[in-house]
């Protein structure tokens, strides 16, 4: 494969309702798509999940940017061949910066799949043509938690209901909802990081309610701390922000800190860092999932084909484009009986529709290669 030229894109789409963490509130997704144009006259689609703001992670949209330009770019630009392995390969040359690394990777791999004529999921090694669906709610009042729990669990029938928590606002959410939908509902949390080890009798007090898991409950850097909070709660823990590598969720396991892993390709560096964390977890018999950044109907799509893979056997944050935005860039990615079909096209298997884009889009930038 030989790209001729690159193409940054920065889209805005606005929430339907805004989201609402322990760390941060969103009203618009601000986005960074890549499209990666080929000699073969093939263009392969990525979507950077780094937020506006370093807040969720030390990751920012324009430091992806200015690290895509001066760094990321001018390494692809140098391989005689290119591929998205090696592609990944180049990038070991630059430290850190996960989700600069994840959107030109992807970008690369959705070309070079297009190219092949092989869906993502079938690259994978995938296992499922649907995967379930799982909802991801903000921080909100009772009366707008009890709607949206109705709507996703009863009416739509989402396998699975994720809240977000805060200190002070736990206990009462999860009680709420578990006795609204009953023993049977599939509910997990979130706390991003908002307790220390001094709120572990709090933290216990969320065992008596069934929970799949708690999510991120310390701070990212802390990982030794949910080793010890491990062996005070029974609620299984399962680690997101500082899981950046195959090696680091192997570490998080052994040492006794998560139980479960949220895999989110962009936090990892792309998808082909996912799927090796896929592995080393299903290796040690540690379930995973698949995490979400609030994406457009690129990033979905690409994330539910990772979701289809043997080990994803938690419910993912998968939900459908109507979720978030009344007009997703892409044809509309859906939940039907509480589930979503796993694209079967070439490459991550959607692209832009066009006009949804352009009215989205800001400004776009080509780099001539
Ligand atoms: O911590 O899982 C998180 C969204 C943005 C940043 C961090 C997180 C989230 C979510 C997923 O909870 C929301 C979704 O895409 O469904
Ligand atoms: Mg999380």
């Known amino acids: 494969m030989r790209i001729e030229r690159v193409r940054l894109h920065w889209v805005r789409l606005p929430l339907v309702t805004p989201f609402r963490t322990s760390v941060f509130t969103e009203y ?39 690290i895509l330009r001066e760094q990321l770019i001018p390494l692809v630009q140098r391989l ?12 070991t040359a630059v430290a850190g910066n996960p989700n600069a690394k994840a959107v030109l990777e992807m970008a690369i791999l959705d070309a070079q799949l297009r190219i092949a004529g092989v869906s993502l999921a079938a690259y994978l090694g995938a296992t499922r043509t649907s995967v379930e669906a799982g909802v991801s709610l903000g921080i909100m009042s009772r009366d707008e938690l009890l709607d949206a729990v109705d709507r996703f669990w009863n009416k739509e029938r989402y396998r ?43 933290l216990a007090r969320l065992d008596d309610y069934g929970l799949l898991m708690i999510e991120q409950p310390l701070e990212a850097g802390d990982v030794a701390g949910h080793a010890v909070l ?22 998080a396991i052994d040492s006794g ?3 479960i892993i949220n895999i989110k390709p962009g936090r990892v560096g ?7 964390i896929h592995d080393a977890c299903g290796a040690r018999g540690v379930p995973v999932w698949v995490g979400g950044m609030l994406e457009t109907g690129i990033g979905r799509a690409a994330n539910v ?35 979503i079909q796993v694209p079967t096209g070439p490459g991550i298997g959607v ?14 930038e080509w780099i001539e290669f």
Not at 230 to 251: F, G, H, K, N, Y
């Open 160 to 202: 699975r209901i994720k809240l977000k928590i805060e200190p002070g606002w736990d206990e009462e959410p999860v009680q709420l909802v578990r006795k609204f939908l009953g023993d049977e509902a599939a509910i997990q949390v979130d706390a991003n990081g908002a307790y220390t080890l001094d709120d572990s009798e709090r």
């Open 270 to 276: 792309g998808y082909l860092e996912a799927r090796d």
């Open 28 to 66: 618009d997704r601000e986005a960074l798509l890549v499209s990666v144009h080929t000699a073969e006259g093939v263009v392969g689609w990525g979507e950077c999940v780094a937020m506006a703001q370093p807040i969720y992670s030390p990751e920012h949209l324009e430091g992806c940017v200015q």
């Open 351 to 364: 692209e832009p529709d066009e006009v949804a884009l352009e009215e989205a889009t800001e400004r776009t």
């Open 305 to 339: 084909a990772l979701a289809a893979m043997r080990h994803f056997t938690l419910v993912g944050d998968l939900s459908a484009s109507e979720r978030f935005y009344q007009r997703d860039i892409t044809p509309p990615i859906v939940v039907r009986d509480g589930c």
């Open 80 to 91: 005689p061949e290119v591929t998205a392995e090696r592609a990944r390969e180049a990038f």
């Open 257 to 259: 800190a998560a139980a």
């Open 230 to 251: 491990a062996r005070r709660l029974r609620t299984r823990i399962c680690l997101d922000e500082p899981i950046v590598s195959a090696a680091t969720a192997a570490q």
